[in-house]
């Protein structure tokens, strides 16, 4: 049946991949446009074809342009991921970063600046919602910059912001379940990892909940990638599609046990706006734990055994924080 499904997508893939090649491609009768989307979309990444290389030959992006309803004075490039959901967008020789089905919380993060500005967001005639905004030239936070103060401050205002707290309850923002989030994990644990004496040990710590603070807007994955930094020296925070409402500690603990010496944290919280107390201690090792066990088990997933056995070193060093 795998197989069967594999083969299916391959030929999906190769029809569409055809099909966006030949000469008449720009007289797509928009009826096939959702049809080709979804071919394109699940038929390319089944084959591992890159969104962002150039197989797809010139003609296939101007179906995708026609599929998003643009004026014929556009011109686009993929940017970012094998998804071909980004694209940097031209026109009247201006860039715009151009993305399909963005979180609907992204107006409430231009206005607060969180985000580069949102210029206009329209419903396209597959259903997706496509949003533009300003381009950023500039580049992504390095792993030592993240020990930046306008990393925590910027981390700060999020947590912080009452708008964005109350948008994000406007638009669906689910709240975090601390049983549920454990759940999510523990269910996909490899038994062979659960033999192993550390994720044993740090399976049984998180049987305890930390205690249960007031909801903020949480980011949900602050790898340093997500981080921008203008060629102006702006800071922003981008891909939102994880947002949720949960305690704050559960994106503190990413920067801090990812990225920060713990010589450093009550420096770098400082400019985040908190100090270290030993409640936030506690909830720090809880949801680092949690995010180290997930992150123990994609490595090991993917088979990369020296990421994985750095995961597991650094739960040794939480666990042994918390004797």
Known sequence: MVETSRRLMHSVARTATKYLSRPSCSTIPRASAPFLNIALTVGLA?????????????????????NF????GWSLEPVGGTTGGAFMGVYAHEKFFLKRNASPFLAALSVE???????WTKRISTGDVLTAQDWVNGKTMTREQMCSPIVAQLLGKVHNSVLLRRMLQKVGGQGQSL?????????????????????????????????????????????HKNWLLSDSGRLYLV?????????????????????????????????????????????????????????????????????????????????????
């Open 239 to 323: 891909d939102w599609d994880q947002a949720s409402l949960g305690d704050p500690a559960f994106d503190l603990s990413v920067v801090l046990f990812n990225y920060v010496p713990r010589a450093q944290w009550q420096e770098w919280l400082d400019a985040y706006g908190t100090k270290l107390t030993a409640d936030l201690a506690t909830r720090l090792q809880w949801y680092g734990l949690l995010h180290l066990l997930d992150e123990t088990q994609r490595m090991f997933d993917a088979q990369r055994y020296t990421e994985m056995n750095a995961a597991l070193l650094k739960m040794q060093e939480v666990l042994d924080q918390q004797d």
């Open 46 to 66: 089944a084959c591992n074809i890159d969104f962002s290389s150039q197989k797809i030959g010139a003609l296939g992006w101007e179906f995708w342009q026609m």
């Open 69 to 72: 309803d643009l004026d014929p």
């Open 113 to 119: 600046g969180v985000t580069p500005k949102l210029i």
């Open 179 to 223: 049983p549920a989030l454990r759940e999510r994990v523990l269910v996909n644990l490899a038994p062979t990892l659960r033999q192993h004496a550390v994720v044993a040990q740090a399976v049984a710590a998180l049987m305890t909940l930390p205690p249960q603070r007031e909801l903020r807007v949480c980011h949900g994955d602050l790898n």
